[in-house]
């Protein structure tokens, strides 16, 4: 495609040359420009010489395998980003899900980059389970010969910090792999870092015989549309809200609220399943205890700082080093001495490290202290078919207590408690392909999602009466009270009535005397759900993944056990092979 | 104290105008609903064609409780459940709410058991204890018909309370519907030879009107369906299909209480006991009832008629026999107009009472003389002529719970339950007995009611006291009743203290509409709910609940209720005679008009005079 007046006017050449470089250069493809690149940046070093060798036509590609085990699509988003770099680096890159990786392949990978999230305390996204257990297992290969390098992704409020990620580095060079590059263990501002890596790692993994000096320039940003898929704008945009309501009654002890929000331009193309990042604003209450624990009350900028853009509850045992890097605090440096500070740190908040060790901090030390403000996913609870130019969203407002204070989710309780109907929030789409209806609308879906884990599944429930999809589908809901916590009662009631949706089966755990889950309620369905299944069903879970997304797994290979008379072994097949063939679909978190 | 010679009103005579001769319908030679001709009868009321369709009462119920988004069962079952002694409620508290949250309203259930005379067993009340911790919100309420019943049970719990019912050998078969309900019978634990013929008679009038259908086992207990004999001589050989056309209310009284208000029922026994205190057979009291509907005057409430005597022997025949004319004779088109109370207006009771003699045939013999003095409780202990203790508690409005920094009823009758070796029982006027205490127990007994601060008394208005459940479970109600009956009686007694009557017993009942449950028409002070903190304010009634009141004061806010209580309360203190009742006391000094039963109760309302001028 010819694109006209690529080269800015700003350019040093005459309104001719310029005319003829863009007739050459709009219609080059990424590698040509690349190479053309690499070839005029080659020219300068040889002298002006012209080389050899880059005007023969460019070898053949180099062979680059990038596995990802991601949860939340982070680890997928980096791995594109790594085969659309390598590409223009002359790489024939090749991305494998981990939920797709045959651990057999691993030793004729020859170039492998390996990116992990962990997940929760210390494990593997639930997608990635199978090929790492495999991986670390017994039945994996030695990989002799594969150059490898691992990027780490993790969360440093959680105590296993890049467990994953560290562990696969640890064994790929068990298994005889040569490290190519050194890993990163990165925190949720892992964006930079991540990009710097992806370039150093590209550069090392090169064969020798490749000009470094390539140029990495991406072309993508000026010539959109050139890639295989438009990605949504990393831009935070600003949305208004226009609907927030509490969805427990005024007897709960729960508060899930509602929010309707709406894009003044245009919603961005989101699809049933994805997710919607809020970024949130600290609790000015905490910001102020902080402040005045570091003895900086007053600093009105600082103040401002800490609410809108730094992480202040979370504590990490790196947190404690850099306070008393800081501070030089004599009491901090002992905890960390006594090896007791991984503990100290269980239930404890930034706060508690500025109250237990009192040290008169400046606005530069906050800053290094902490890490950025992330912002937080939800799973969007509409369809675009249904609700137009919205988002809708449920969020659970976390409140708990430990070590005597009382302690609050940053962007839930601020959505819970600061924001009202017409208040404006910034948001980003996080679009999560691996958890998508199936094409077939005529296919029956069955949805597990107790407490806000059931928001895709408003969604779903919405597009499929908006397509009039034919398939069947089966919704598993549960919370505390059936009086109090019905999430969305009355859209099932309707969705049941116009037959959107076909089955509902809920479980609600306090409102006897023994706890009932929703997995309960799957086993207790275990043939009529195995004959849903066995027809094509897709199963899809969200919500919480510590507990209740095993349990429900661990509940379908039950269901199969008692509905097919299956060994527990051959049950588990079963279950597996609906992983394999993406029927069995989790959003966890 | 009234004496009645039964209907000897000189009085009524001569503040009433002489009522013309009454002209009555000819009652119908046949039973008029037969299976073939009620389904054709399409003006028969809504309800009939439910029960017709329901199979013996089972309708959808048992779909119905497997439809999982919703907490309620479809209109038509919510008719029929009540024949298995459940009522749909929600809480109305939480309406306005709901619909904004994207929640359905709050629906649950009230579940009321059948206790024929309100007997239990230590071993029985603390299984019903445990029900109410785990289903129903830590709270049991002794109803106005001398069971329990629980409120707030959510539907998916519904199967599990039933069969804890069960296991404790009780059931809820036909505490609400167009059955006979539970059967009261005087608990007067101090006349222990009366009492044991009441409550026997009362067992045994509840166990052979009770609808014999499986419904209630197959739906609630899982019990399987019983095939084949779908003859409806077998199913039901004395209600039918059908069943009847309305409530019907049984109670059994033994003078001089009245405590079970023998003339607000359907059907009533009154023991005529000999010298030695041993019943010699009963009186026999037809179409007594309450419900009536605001501003619709050919509904209203009636005192019983004394239609003659029966031998003990004949008892569970003539009580058969009323219902089975009423059955046959009540109006089915009308459930407005369907009460016994009707049919005996309707068709006379003289010929009612030759339809019944016909059935049992034989005669009835005529009333013979008893005497009523009240029809409260005896609180605090009595002792029986069998030398065993009897402890009467005050539960306000029969609500059986702990009270935050208050009585612990729950706890405390636990506690007592746990030890006690005699029985329980409930009255009608929502109190526990605690019953048959040894001599050497009767200590114990009452050092637990102390622990737990649960009240052996009231001052003299609230032991005289009953209000219906109202707001916010009961979806008749208009205005509140159980949540403001204590703080107006609060306000009176401060009034009844300043003109000296302190002591004085006076009844007050409230309702949250003008159904009755409380029996509001025949308190001397009767308070009936007609919209959101309005009441129409009913006084004249007689003390021992043998005479309905009057309409005084239409619609008042509960703001003006002591105001004008007030002036009456002071003329009162002023005029009265001794030993006067309140009741009495405004019809002779020409407060109110004398309501000499049902038919004139809508007339001559309001207030004759103006009060304060005694």
Same mark, same amino acid.
């Given at each position: 495609?010819?694109?006209?007046?690529?080269?800015?006017?700003?350019?040093?050449?005459?309104?001719?040359?310029?005319?003829?470089?863009?007739?050459?250069?709009?219609?080059?493809?990424?590698?040509?420009?690349?190479?053309?690149?690499?070839?005029?940046?080659?020219?300068?070093?040889?002298?002006?010489?012209?080389?050899?060798?880059?005007?023969?036509?460019?070898?053949?590609?180099?062979?680059?395998?990038?596995?990802?085990?991601?949860?939340?699509?982070?680890?997928?988003?980096?791995?594109?980003?790594?085969?659309?770099?390598?590409?223009?680096?002359?790489?024939?890159?090749?991305?494998?899900?981990?939920?797709?990786?045959?651990?057999?392949?691993?030793?004729?990978?020859?170039?492998?980059?390996?990116?992990?999230?962990?997940?929760?305390?210390?494990?593997?996204?639930?997608?990635?389970?199978?090929?790492?257990?495999?991986?670390?297992?017994?039945?994996?290969?030695?990989?002799?010969?594969?150059?490898?390098?691992?990027?780490?992704?993790?969360?440093?409020?959680?105590?296993?910090?890049?467990?994953?990620?560290?562990?696969?580095?640890?064994?790929?060079?068990?298994?005889?792999?040569?490290?190519?590059?050194?890993?990163?263990?990165?925190?949720?501002?892992?964006?930079?870092?991540?990009?710097?890596?992806?370039?150093?790692?590209?550069?090392?993994?090169?064969?020798?015989?490749?000009?470094?000096?390539?140029?990495?320039?991406?072309?993508?940003?000026?010539?959109?549309?050139?890639?295989?898929?438009?990605?949504?704008?990393?831009?935070?945009?600003?949305?208004?809200?226009?609907?927030?309501?509490?969805?427990?009654?005024?007897?709960?002890?729960?508060?899930?609220?509602?929010?309707?929000?709406?894009?003044?331009?245009?919603?961005?193309?989101?699809?049933?399943?994805?997710?919607?990042?809020?970024?949130?604003?600290?609790?000015?209450?905490?910001?102020?205890?902080?402040?005045?624990?570091?003895?900086?009350?007053?600093?009105?900028?600082?103040?401002?700082?800490?609410?809108?853009?730094?992480?202040?509850?979370?504590?990490?045992?790196?947190?404690?080093?850099?306070?008393?890097?800081?501070?030089?605090?004599?009491?901090?440096?002992?905890?960390?001495?006594?090896?007791?500070?991984?503990?100290?740190?269980?239930?404890?908040?930034?706060?508690?490290?500025?109250?237990?060790?009192?040290?008169?901090?400046?606005?530069?030390?906050?800053?290094?202290?902490?890490?950025?403000?992330?912002?937080?996913?939800?799973?969007?609870?509409?369809?675009?078919?249904?609700?137009?130019?919205?988002?809708?969203?449920?969020?659970?407002?976390?409140?708990?207590?430990?070590?005597?204070?009382?302690?609050?989710?940053?962007?839930?309780?601020?959505?819970?408690?600061?924001?009202?109907?017409?208040?404006?929030?910034?948001?980003?789409?996080?679009?999560?392909?691996?958890?998508?209806?199936?094409?077939?609308?005529?296919?029956?879906?069955?949805?597990?999602?107790?407490?806000?884990?059931?928001?895709?599944?408003?969604?779903?429930?919405?597009?499929?009466?908006?397509?009039?999809?034919?398939?069947?589908?089966?919704?598993?809901?549960?919370?505390?009270?059936?009086?109090?916590?019905?999430?969305?009662?009355?859209?099932?009631?309707?969705?049941?009535?116009?037959?959107?949706?076909?089955?509902?089966?809920?479980?609600?755990?306090?409102?006897?005397?023994?706890?009932?889950?929703?997995?309960?309620?799957?086993?207790?369905?275990?043939?009529?759900?195995?004959?849903?299944?066995?027809?094509?069903?897709?199963?899809?879970?969200?919500?919480?993944?510590?507990?209740?997304?095993?349990?429900?797994?661990?509940?379908?290979?039950?269901?199969?056990?008692?509905?097919?008379?299956?060994?527990?072994?051959?049950?588990?097949?079963?279950?597996?092979?609906?992983?394999?063939?993406?029927?069995?679909?989790?959003?966890?978190? | 104290?009234?004496?009645?010679?039964?209907?000897?009103?000189?009085?009524?005579?001569?503040?009433?105008?002489?009522?013309?001769?009454?002209?009555?319908?000819?009652?119908?030679?046949?039973?008029?609903?037969?299976?073939?001709?009620?389904?054709?009868?399409?003006?028969?009321?809504?309800?009939?064609?439910?029960?017709?369709?329901?199979?013996?009462?089972?309708?959808?119920?048992?779909?119905?409780?497997?439809?999982?988004?919703?907490?309620?069962?479809?209109?038509?079952?919510?008719?029929?459940?009540?024949?298995?002694?459940?009522?749909?409620?929600?809480?109305?508290?939480?309406?306005?709410?709901?619909?904004?949250?994207?929640?359905?309203?709050?629906?649950?259930?009230?579940?009321?058991?059948?206790?024929?005379?309100?007997?239990?067993?230590?071993?029985?009340?603390?299984?019903?204890?445990?029900?109410?911790?785990?289903?129903?919100?830590?709270?049991?309420?002794?109803?106005?018909?001398?069971?329990?019943?629980?409120?707030?049970?959510?539907?998916?719990?519904?199967?599990?309370?039933?069969?804890?019912?069960?296991?404790?050998?009780?059931?809820?078969?036909?505490?609400?519907?167009?059955?006979?309900?539970?059967?009261?019978?005087?608990?007067?634990?101090?006349?222990?030879?009366?009492?044991?013929?009441?409550?026997?008679?009362?067992?045994?009038?509840?166990?052979?009107?009770?609808?014999?259908?499986?419904?209630?086992?197959?739906?609630?207990?899982?019990? *399987? @369906?019983?095939?084949?004999?779908?003859?409806? #001589? $077998?199913? !039901?050989?004395?209600? =039918?299909?059908?069943?009847?056309?309305? /409530?019907?209310?049984?109670?059994?009284?033994?003078?001089?209480?009245?405590?079970?208000?023998?003339?607000?029922?359907?059907?009533?026994?009154?023991?005529?006991?000999?010298?030695?205190?041993?019943?010699?057979?009963?009186?026999?009291?037809?179409?007594?009832?309450?419900?009536?509907?605001?501003?619709?005057?050919?509904?209203?409430?009636?005192?019983?008629?004394?239609?003659?005597?029966?031998?003990?022997?004949?008892?569970?025949?003539?009580?058969?026999?009323?219902?089975?004319?009423?059955?046959?004779?009540?109006?089915?088109?009308?459930?407005?107009?369907?009460?016994?109370?009707?049919?005996? *207006? @309707?068709?006379?009771?003289?010929?009612?009472? #030759? $339809?019944? !003699?016909?059935?049992? =045939?034989?005669?009835?013999?005529?009333? /013979?003389?008893?005497?009523?003095?009240?029809?409260?409780?005896?609180?605090?202990?009595?002792?029986?002529?069998?030398?065993?203790?009897?402890?009467?508690?005050?539960?306000?409005?029969?609500?059986?719970?702990?009270?935050?920094?208050?009585?612990?009823?729950?706890?405390?009758?636990?506690?007592?339950?746990?030890?006690?070796?005699?029985?329980?029982?409930?009255?009608?006027?929502?109190?526990?007995?605690?019953?048959?205490?040894?001599?050497?127990?009767?200590?114990?007994?009452?050092?637990?009611?102390?622990?737990?601060?649960?009240?052996?008394?009231?001052?003299?208005?609230?032991?005289?006291?009953?209000?219906?459940?109202?707001?916010?479970?009961?979806?008749?109600?208009?205005?509140?009743?159980?949540?403001?009956?204590?703080?107006?009686?609060?306000?009176?007694?401060?009034?009844?203290?300043?003109?000296?009557?302190?002591?004085?017993?006076?009844?007050?009942?409230?309702?949250?509409?003008?159904?009755?449950?409380?029996?509001?028409?025949?308190?001397?002070?009767?308070?009936?709910?007609?919209?959101?903190?309005?009441?129409?304010?009913?006084?004249?009634?007689?003390?021992?609940?043998?005479?309905?009141?009057?309409?005084?004061?239409?619609?008042?806010?509960?703001?003006?209720?002591?105001?004008?209580?007030?002036?009456?309360?002071?003329?009162?203190?002023?005029?009265?005679?001794?030993?006067?009742?309140?009741?009495?006391?405004?019809?002779?000094?020409?407060?109110?008009?004398?309501?000499?039963?049902?038919?004139?109760?809508?007339?001559?309302?309001?207030?004759?005079?103006?009060?304060?001028?005694?």
């Amino acid at each position: 495609m010819a694109r006209q007046n690529l080269l800015p006017r700003t350019a040093p050449f005459g309104d001719g040359e310029r005319a003829s470089l863009d007739a050459v250069l709009g219609s080059a493809t990424p590698v040509q420009r690349a190479w053309l690149a690499g070839f005029l940046a080659g020219l300068d070093a040889a002298g002006g010489q012209p080389a050899a060798a880059p005007s023969a036509p460019p070898k053949a590609a180099e062979p680059l395998t990038i596995v990802y085990a991601s949860e939340s699509g982070n680890s997928e988003a980096l791995a594109g980003n790594v085969a659309k770099l390598a590409r223009k680096q002359g790489f024939k890159p090749k991305v494998v899900d981990f939920s797709d990786l045959d651990v057999a392949t691993l030793p004729k990978a020859g170039k492998l980059i390996a990116i992990a999230a962990t997940w929760g305390e210390g494990e593997p996204p639930a997608r990635a389970v199978r090929a790492y257990g495999e991986l670390m297992g017994e039945v994996a290969p030695r990989i002799d010969g594969v150059d490898f390098a691992v990027l780490a992704l993790g969360d440093t409020s959680y105590v296993e910090f890049c467990a994953i990620g560290k562990a696969l580095d640890a064994r790929l060079e068990a298994l005889g792999g040569k490290r190519a590059a050194e890993r990163a263990d990165l925190d949720l501002d892992f964006e930079k870092p991540a990009a710097d890596w992806i370039k150093n790692t590209l550069k090392a993994l090169a064969p020798a015989e490749t000009p470094d000096n390539v140029v990495a320039v991406d072309f993508a940003r000026a010539a959109p549309g050139e890639d295989d898929e438009a990605e949504p704008s990393r831009e935070p945009l600003v949305v208004e809200v226009v609907e927030h309501v509490n969805l427990n009654s005024s007897r709960s002890d729960k508060e899930t609220i509602h929010l309707a929000l709406a894009f003044e331009d245009g919603a961005p193309a989101y699809e049933p399943g994805d997710s919607l990042e809020i970024f949130p604003e600290n609790d000015p209450q905490l910001v102020d205890e902080i402040l005045n624990a570091a003895g900086l009350s007053g600093d009105e900028s600082l103040r401002k700082a800490l609410l809108a853009e730094r992480d202040i509850t979370t504590l990490s045992a790196a947190t404690i080093e850099r306070f008393v890097k800081a501070t030089g605090h004599a009491d901090a440096q002992k905890l960390i001495d006594s090896g007791e500070a991984k503990a100290w740190i269980e239930g404890r908040h930034l706060i508690d490290l500025l109250a237990t060790f009192p040290a008169t901090l400046t606005a530069e030390h906050l800053n290094t202290i902490t890490r950025p403000l992330p912002p937080r996913a939800y799973s969007i609870a509409s369809s675009r078919k249904e609700v137009g130019d919205e988002v809708h969203l449920a969020i659970v407002a976390v409140r708990y207590e430990t070590h005597g204070r009382a302690r609050s989710g940053v962007a839930s309780v601020h959505v819970a408690d600061r924001i009202r109907d017409g208040a404006k929030l910034r948001v980003r789409l996080k679009p999560n392909r691996h958890f998508r209806l199936p094409q077939d609308p005529a296919t029956d879906i069955i949805m597990v999602g107790p407490g806000t884990g059931v928001a895709p599944f408003r969604a779903f429930v919405q597009e499929r009466r908006a397509i009039e999809a034919p398939g069947r589908s089966w919704l598993f809901f549960g919370d505390r009270h059936f009086l109090h916590d019905f999430l969305y009662q009355l859209e099932w009631q309707e969705a049941l009535e116009d037959k959107s949706l076909t089955k509902i089966d809920v479980a609600f755990s306090r409102d006897q005397p023994e706890k009932i889950y929703v997995q309960n309620r799957i086993t207790h369905n275990a043939q009529e759900l195995v004959s849903w299944l066995e027809g094509g069903a897709y199963f899809y879970v969200c919500g919480d993944a510590k507990n209740m997304a095993k349990d429900v797994r661990a509940a379908v290979v039950r269901a199969y056990e008692i509905a097919k008379s299956l060994s527990p072994a051959d049950a588990e097949a079963q279950v597996a092979a609906l992983e394999r063939s993406h029927r069995y679909q989790q959003d966890v978190y | 104290m009234d004496d009645h010679s039964p209907r000897d009103d000189a009085d009524a005579q001569a503040l009433a105008p002489t009522p013309a001769p009454r002209v009555y319908e000819t009652p119908p030679k046949e039973r008029p609903i037969t299976d073939a001709e009620a389904a054709r009868a399409a003006n028969l009321a809504a309800n009939e064609h439910i029960k017709i369709a329901s199979g013996y009462l089972r309708g959808g119920l048992a779909d119905g409780l497997l439809k999982h988004a919703t907490g309620a069962i479809s209109e038509d079952d919510g008719q029929l459940v009540k024949f298995h002694g459940m009522y749909m409620q929600d809480d109305r508290d939480l309406r306005p709410e709901r619909t904004k949250k994207k929640l359905d309203k709050a629906y649950s259930f009230m579940i009321r058991l059948r206790i024929a005379g309100g007997v239990i067993s230590p071993k029985q009340w603390l299984a019903l204890d445990d029900i109410a911790v785990t289903y129903a919100g830590s709270a049991l309420r002794a109803t106005t018909r001398q069971t329990f019943q629980y409120h707030g049970v959510i539907k998916s719990n519904l199967k599990r309370t039933m069969s804890a019912i069960d296991a404790a050998l009780l059931d809820t078969i036909a505490a609400c519907g167009d059955v006979n309900r539970n059967v009261m019978a005087a608990t007067n634990p101090a006349q222990v030879g009366a009492h044991k013929a009441a409550h026997t008679l009362a067992k045994d009038i509840s166990d052979s009107l009770l609808p014999k259908t499986s419904a209630w086992r197959e739906i609630w207990l899982d019990g *399987e @369906r019983v095939v084949g004999g779908e003859e409806e #001589a $077998e199913i !039901e050989p004395v209600y =039918g299909r059908t069943y009847l056309p309305r /409530k019907f209310k049984v109670v059994v009284a033994v003078p001089p209480s009245n405590e079970v208000d023998i003339f607000a029922h359907d059907l009533g026994f009154i023991a005529i006991l000999d010298k030695k205190n041993q019943v010699t057979g009963w009186n026999v009291t037809v179409g007594g009832g309450m419900g009536m509907t605001h501003g619709e005057p050919e509904t209203f409430p009636r005192t019983a008629d004394v239609m003659g005597f029966v031998k003990p022997e004949d008892a569970i025949k003539v009580a058969e026999a009323v219902m089975t004319v009423q059955r046959d004779w009540g109006n089915r088109k009308n459930r407005k107009n369907a009460r016994l109370k009707y049919t005996i *207006e @309707r068709y006379g009771l003289a010929a009612f009472r #030759a $339809e019944v !003699e016909a059935r049992i =045939g034989k005669k009835l013999g005529e009333p /013979k003389p008893f005497t009523f003095t009240n029809n409260g409780d005896r609180f605090g202990w009595t002792e029986g002529d069998d030398g065993r203790h009897h402890l009467t508690l005050y539960v306000p409005s029969g609500r059986i719970k702990d009270y935050e920094d208050g009585p612990q009823f729950l706890t405390g009758l636990r506690k007592i339950a746990q030890v006690h070796e005699g029985d329980f029982r409930l009255t009608a006027n929502q109190n526990v007995i605690i019953a048959n205490v040894p001599a050497e127990k009767r200590a114990a007994i009452e050092a637990l009611v102390d622990q737990y601060g649960i009240t052996k008394g009231a001052g003299a208005l609230r032991r005289n006291s009953i209000a219906c459940v109202a707001l916010p479970t009961c979806g008749l109600a208009l205005a509140e009743s159980e949540r403001y009956l204590p703080s107006l009686m609060t306000e009176l007694e401060e009034s009844l203290a300043h003109h000296g009557l302190a002591e004085e017993e006076i009844t007050i009942r409230s309702t949250g509409c003008p159904n009755g449950c409380a029996r509001p028409f025949i308190a001397e002070i009767g308070l009936v709910g007609r919209g959101p903190e309005r009441y129409h304010l009913y006084l004249g009634a007689a003390f021992d609940g043998s005479r309905l009141g009057k309409l005084y004061k239409e619609d008042v806010a509960a703001s003006d209720i002591r105001d004008t209580l007030e002036p009456l309360f002071a003329d009162f203190a002023k005029g009265r005679k001794p030993g006067e009742h309140f009741g009495d006391y405004l019809i002779r000094a020409g407060h109110v008009a004398r309501t000499v039963n049902g038919p004139d109760f809508h007339d001559r309302t309001g207030a004759l005079k103006p009060a304060g001028h005694a």
